[in-house]
Structures are given as structure tokens and as C-alpha cells.
């Protein structure tokens, strides 16, 4: 599908109801899989990615159907099934490790695949961190991709990890406290720090034990179970960062509903980002209101907020003077290499862009429309977006059906705000 936008007046006071978080959703349908009984997950996102989620849920054993937009997990406890046909995870990479982390625990054979961005993603760290807790787990092209096979039963130990994504972790922290024996997992790195975080406050909410040694280290105790829960899923601060920027870049103000700032999610880390910038931010219970302003580059450490490149690559182009975005390698193995696509992106429409090996530099730009590639990416979509609506002329994004992956209210949302734009089918 090609998005056409065009140059559009945001609505001054405009407010946006930001739907449930894709990291907490997955999060939840996998330890409520993993609980023995009935759980109630309420207001999850509902998206290409969390359906994936659920897919695969069911095809290790949970019975799981939707009701009211909420969703209802009869879960099978510390053994999955093993499936009767080859996992396809879609485009979740989440879903991928987490999948392949629960499939361990059980005896027997289980095949994950996904689509072509998920088969060309980095799995060897956590291949690896499998097998040293005693699972059996490969490659089926031997290049530390999927498709992988996933054989059971791990028991526990000690392991290292690279934790370049901070998925591999956070897999490891939901499976292992299941396992016979206690987990000791030493990390040589962690990048996405707050994902972590926010695992083990799914963690600390089932009272699993375990110890912290200062992100170097876990120590996990084994023989442990998760109980049945009901939640509501917070705000997804990762969607609500597009309208952020937004309201940054075109001087208006946008409320934000749904948003808690007590919530573990590293890109609330945003708003900082962007009152440093020179936005202003009000804080109300449970909304955020962003008024944009005159904005000047700044420097930021983006390691935590990695999902949030696009988007603040675009911002880095309505503000006087240099941005850098630094110190996040990892946005190079996520559904494209987002440093290396946003910048081709966003050159084609005029911006003054580089790439650093970890980063971008971005100075103040006068953006024209043109015909961009969404890459398949739903973030590199979303932030071409909101680009486009604060660009002289007409831009056409192609691929923009990935939205769907992790917000698909986004185009409704944006009209809603003021923006003209318009979702036509490609001419083949």
C-alpha cells in the first residue's frame, strides 16, 4: 500500500488516546501462557505483532481467544505442547525469542520461521545462551538465523549472553525461573536497558526470585511458577513518540491520553528528549500534553530508546542547528538497519544527514515531498509520516501497510490531528 500525505495545519489542542503497549501485550500473553489457569489481559493492543503473539501461544498449547478487545489466556502452565507444525512468528521479533525461550522447556522438536526481515535478524546470542542451559537449539541455514529448531528440555546453569538486543535477556528472564535448576546468566553486554527493566517488573508482579547484580549479572531460582493474573495493558509510549515529535515540530499542542509515567517503558525517555530540545511538556494524570516551540539540536544518548530513531531523526530536521542520536548500534538489526534507512530516506527529501557507525547527525533541513520507501518497517513509515505532513509538497511512502505491525489506529489518529493524508493500493 502507498501512503500519500501532503503538507497539512495541525489542529491546535488536538488529543490522541494512545492504545496499549506491543511490549507489555507480548509480555503478558507469554507469562499468562506460562501461568497454569485462566488469565484476563484487558486493553492490549490488538496489532500485526501481538496477533502474532497470540498465534504462537496457542501453537505451544494456550487456549487464547478475544473478547470485548480484550484477551482471554488459559494457560498451560510450566510445559508447552509441542506444535504440530512449524511456528511462523510474522514480523515479532519479541515473539521470536520468547517463543523460542518457551519452546526450550519441553522435550521434543519445535521449528520457528518468521518473514523475510525476521530471517535475516541476528539469533545467535541467544542460541547460544540456550544451549549452554542444556536445550538443543540451531540454525537450519547455519548462520545463526531463522529458521531455527528449538529442542527441550533446558534445566539451568550458567551461561553468558551478549545482549546486543535486549530481547535475549528478557527471554531468558521469563523462561528460566521454570527451569529445574537455578540460572546464572552473565552478560558481556546489554544494550535497551529499560526493556529489561520492564520484564522485571512482569517478575516482580508474579514475586519470582531472583538477583540483580547491577545489569552485569542474574541469578534466577529455579523451580518456580507463574499464577493466573488480570491487568490492563498501559499506553504504548513507543506509538505515542510520532505524536510527540509531532507536536514538536509543528508548533502545536497535543495531548497524549492513556500514559503513565510511572510505567517501566524506556521511550517516555522522549519527552525529555524533546523539552531539552525546547518543547514543552505538561504533565496530567495518566496524559502528557506536548507544545511545540523553537527547537535546537542537542546530543543524545539514544542506547536505551532505540525504537524511537526514526522519529527523532525527523525532529533533528526542524531544529536549528546539529542533532546527534548516538550510542545505538542496535537500530541496525531491527526490521531494517534504521540508521542506515533513515538517513537514505530522509536525503531523498532534502534533509542534511549522515550516518556514524552508532548513529546519525542531522542539521536543520527544509523538507520537500517526494516518493519515499517505508522499507516495510513500520516505525521508518510512521516517522516518514509525520515528515510528510510538515513538508512542502506531496510524499508518497511505500510499504505502508506495515503500520499494522504496532499501531494501526496511526493513520486514523493522524487525520484526526489535522493531517492530510491518504492510504491508496498500489498499482502493480
Given at each position: 500500500m502507498?501512503?500519500?500525505?501532503?503538507k497539512?495545519?495541525?489542529?491546535?489542542?488536538?488529543?490522541?488516546?494512545?492504545?496499549?503497549?506491543?511490549?507489555h501485550?507480548?509480555?503478558a500473553?507469554?507469562?499468562?501462557?506460562?501461568?497454569?489457569?485462566?488469565?484476563?489481559?484487558?486493553?492490549p493492543?490488538?496489532?500485526?505483532?501481538?496477533?502474532?503473539?497470540?498465534?504462537?501461544?496457542?501453537?505451544?498449547?494456550?487456549g487464547?481467544?478475544?473478547?470485548?478487545?480484550?484477551?482471554?489466556?488459559?494457560?498451560?502452565?510450566?510445559?508447552?505442547?509441542?506444535?504440530?507444525?512449524?511456528v511462523?512468528?510474522?514480523?515479532?521479533?519479541?515473539?521470536?525469542k520468547?517463543?523460542?525461550?518457551?519452546?526450550?522447556?519441553?522435550e521434543g522438536?519445535?521449528?520457528?520461521?518468521?518473514?523475510?526481515?525476521?530471517?535475516?535478524?541476528?539469533?545467535?546470542?541467544l542460541?547460544?545462551?540456550?544451549?549452554?542451559l542444556?536445550?538443543?537449539v540451531f540454525?537450519?541455514r547455519n548462520?545463526?538465523?531463522?529458521?531455527?529448531?528449538?529442542?527441550?528440555?533446558?534445566?539451568g546453569?550458567?551461561?553468558?549472553?551478549?545482549?546486543?538486543?535486549?530481547?535475549?535477556?528478557?527471554?531468558?528472564l521469563?523462561?528460566?525461573?521454570?527451569?529445574?535448576?537455578?540460572?546464572?546468566i552473565?552478560?558481556?553486554?546489554?544494550?535497551e536497558?529499560?526493556?529489561v527493566?520492564?520484564?522485571?517488573?512482569?517478575?516482580?508482579k508474579?514475586?519470582?526470585?531472583?538477583?540483580?547484580?547491577?545489569?552485569?549479572?542474574?541469578?534466577i531460582?529455579?523451580?518456580?511458577e507463574?499464577?493466573?493474573?488480570?491487568?490492563?495493558?498501559?499506553?504504548?509510549f513507543?506509538?505515542?513518540?510520532?505524536?510527540?515529535?509531532?507536536?514538536a515540530?509543528?508548533?502545536?499542542?497535543?495531548?497524549l491520553?492513556?500514559?503513565?509515567?510511572?510505567?517501566?517503558?524506556?521511550?517516555?525517555?522522549v519527552?525529555?528528549?524533546?523539552?531539552?530540545?525546547?518543547?514543552?511538556?505538561?504533565?496530567?494524570?495518566?496524559s502528557?500534553?506536548?507544545?511545540?516551540?523553537?527547537?535546537?539540536?542537542?546530543?543524545i544518548?539514544?542506547?536505551?530508546?532505540?525504537?524511537?530513531?526514526?522519529a527523532?531523526?525527523?525532529?533533528?530536521?526542524?531544529?536549528?542547528?546539529?542533532?546527534?542520536?548516538?550510542n545505538v548500534?542496535?537500530?541496525?538489526?531491527k526490521?531494517?538497519d534504521?540508521?542506515s534507512?533513515?538517513c537514505?530516506?530522509?536525503?531523498?527529501?532534502?534533509?542534511?544527514?549522515?550516518?556514524?557507525?552508532?548513529g546519525?547527525?542531522i542539521?536543520?533541513?527544509?523538507?520537500?515531498?517526494?516518493?519515499?520507501?517505508?522499507h516495510?518497517?513500520?516505525?521508518?513509515?510512521?516517522?516518514?509520516?509525520?515528515?510528510?505532513?510538515n513538508?512542502?509538497?506531496?510524499?508518497?511512502?511505500?510499504?505502508?501497510?506495515s503500520?499494522n505491525?504496532t499501531?494501526p489506529?496511526?493513520?486514523?489518529?493522524?487525520?484526526?490531528?489535522?493531517?492530510?493524508?491518504e492510504?491508496?493500493?498500489?498499482?502493480?
Amino acid at each position: 500500500m502507498l501512503l500519500k500525505v501532503s503538507k497539512s495545519n495541525i489542529r491546535a489542542e488536538s488529543e490522541i488516546e494512545i492504545p496499549g503497549s506491543k511490549s507489555h501485550t507480548i509480555r503478558a500473553l507469554f507469562i499468562a501462557s506460562l501461568a497454569q489457569g485462566q488469565s484476563k489481559i484487558l486493553r492490549p493492543l490488538i496489532s500485526g505483532d501481538a496477533l502474532s503473539a497470540v498465534k504462537t501461544c496457542e501453537k505451544l498449547g494456550a487456549g487464547i481467544y478475544e473478547k470485548d478487545n480484550n484477551f482471554i489466556v488459559d494457560g498451560f502452565g510450566k510445559k508447552p505442547s509441542i506444535p504440530d507444525d512449524i511456528v511462523d512468528v510474522g514480523n515479532s521479533g519479541t515473539t521470536l525469542k520468547f517463543g523460542a525461550a518457551t519452546a526450550a522447556l519441553v522435550e521434543g522438536y519445535t521449528v520457528f520461521t518468521g518473514d523475510k526481515q525476521i530471517r535475516s535478524r541476528p539469533m545467535e546470542p541467544l542460541i547460544k545462551a540456550l544451549n549452554n542451559l542444556g536445550a538443543e537449539v540451531f540454525s537450519t541455514r547455519n548462520n545463526g538465523r531463522a529458521p531455527i529448531v528449538v529442542k527441550g528440555a533446558m534445566k539451568g546453569g550458567i551461561t553468558e549472553l551478549d545482549a546486543h538486543s535486549s530481547q535475549y535477556l528478557s527471554a531468558l528472564l521469563i523462561a528460566c525461573p521454570l527451569l529445574e535448576k537455578d540460572t546464572e546468566i552473565i552478560l558481556t553486554r546489554l544494550n535497551e536497558k529499560p526493556y529489561v527493566e520492564m520484564t522485571l517488573w512482569w517478575l516482580d508482579k508474579h514475586d519470582i526470585k531472583y538477583s540483580n547484580n547491577d545489569f552485569k549479572s542474574f541469578y534466577i531460582k529455579g523451580g518456580q511458577e507463574y499464577k493466573p493474573f488480570q491487568i490492563v495493558i498501559p499506553g504504548d509510549f513507543s506509538s505515542a513518540t510520532f505524536f510527540m515529535v509531532l507536536a514538536a515540530i509543528s508548533g502545536q499542542s497535543i495531548t497524549l491520553k492513556n500514559l503513565d509515567m510511572t510505567d517501566p517503558q524506556g521511550d517516555k525517555l522522549v519527552l525529555s528528549y524533546l523539552e531539552n530540545m525546547g518543547a514543552k511538556i505538561y504533565y496530567g494524570e495518566n496524559s502528557v500534553t506536548v507544545k511545540g516551540d523553537k527547537l535546537h539540536g542537542i546530543e543524545i544518548d539514544m542506547n536505551a530508546t532505540p525504537d524511537a530513531l526514526p522519529a527523532m531523526a525527523v525532529a533533528g530536521c526542524f531544529a536549528e542547528g546539529e542533532t546527534r542520536l548516538l550510542n545505538v548500534p542496535q537500530a541496525r538489526i531491527k526490521e531494517t538497519d534504521r540508521i542506515s534507512v533513515m538517513c537514505h530516506e530522509l536525503r531523498k527529501m532534502g534533509a542534511d544527514i549522515h550516518e556514524l557507525p552508532d548513529g546519525l547527525v542531522i542539521r536543520n533541513s527544509k523538507l520537500t515531498g517526494c516518493e519515499v520507501s517505508g522499507h516495510y518497517d513500520h516505525r521508518v513509515a510512521m516517522a516518514l509520516a509525520i515528515a510528510g505532513v510538515n513538508s512542502e509538497g506531496t510524499t508518497i511512502i511505500d510499504t505502508a501497510e506495515s503500520i499494522n505491525v504496532t499501531f494501526p489506529e496511526f493513520i486514523s489518529f493522524l487525520q484526526q490531528c489535522g493531517g492530510n493524508l491518504e492510504l491508496i493500493k498500489e498499482i502493480v
